[in-house]
Antibody, heavy 115, light 108 residues
């Protein structure tokens, strides 16, 4: 059974940093591309970033370029999102999702950027 | 960046009725389009990929069609558990893989 478990969310001040993690199990992690998708409370889905199975890419939505960095450690079956220079508009649930079609999702981790 | 526009924003129907949801792309995405269902407090769930292929475990009452710029998600006979928000997303060419703004399907 595929399992994706996000962690690392919390409350941070504007300009601060957080590192999100996504622990994967139940599949050959390095065979699959992985995404981060976010959802502000009460709002729609926003695709954030993609990294290929071999770590190539990566790709970002324009609003996070230069501030967020996606990475993965295939030896640890883990996906990461380093978020720097956080803004209030980055407040959202952050989900990791598996494969190009986002066939499996974690339960999400909440990031609140507030002073 | 490809923009996906979903319509209607809200669709009010009764159990047993047929639901037709639309997603229009600002430029062709071929068949690189997916549909997701999201219920309150839950992560989204993949329903349809590559425009018309049902994901694993998705009931046959869900079907997808379209290519190019116009796509449709049809639910043939609504069950109580189908009332949720539905999103389309493209996976065409290079990212960003944008989502539509969503259609809320609620009980009439």
């Amino acid at each position: 059974e595929v399992q994706l478990v996000e962690s690392g969310g919390g409350v941070v001040q504007p300009g601060g940093s957080l590192r999100l993690s996504c622990a994967a199990s139940g599949f050959m992690f390095d065979d699959y591309a992985m995404h981060w998708v976010r959802q502000a409370p009460g709002k729609g889905l926003e695709w954030v970033s993609l990294i290929h199975g071999d770590g190539s890419g990566p790709y970002y939505v324009e609003s996070v370029k230069g501030r967020f960095t996606i990475s993965r450690d295939n030896s640890k079956n883990s996906l990461y999102l380093q978020m720097n220079s956080l803004r209030t508009e980055d407040t959202a649930f952050y989900y990791c999702a598996k494969d190009y079609w986002l066939g499996d999702w974690g339960q999400g981790t909440l990031v609140i950027v507030s002073s | 960046e490809i923009v996906l526009t979903q319509s209607p924003a809200t669709l009010s129907l009764s159990p047993g009725e047929r639901a037709t949801l639309s997603c229009r792309a600002s430029q062709s995405v071929s068949t690189y389009l997916a549909w997701f269902q999201q219920k309150p407090g839950q992560a989204p769930r993949l329903l349809i990929y590559d425009a018309s292929n049902r994901a694993t475990g998705i009931p046959a009452r869900f079907s997808g069609s379209g290519s190019g710029t116009d796509f449709t998600l049809t639910i043939s006979s609504l069950e109580p558990e189908d009332f949720a928000v539905y999103y389309c997303q493209h996976r065409s060419n290079l990212p960003p893989y944008t989502f539509g703004q969503g259609t809320k399907l609620d009980i009439k």
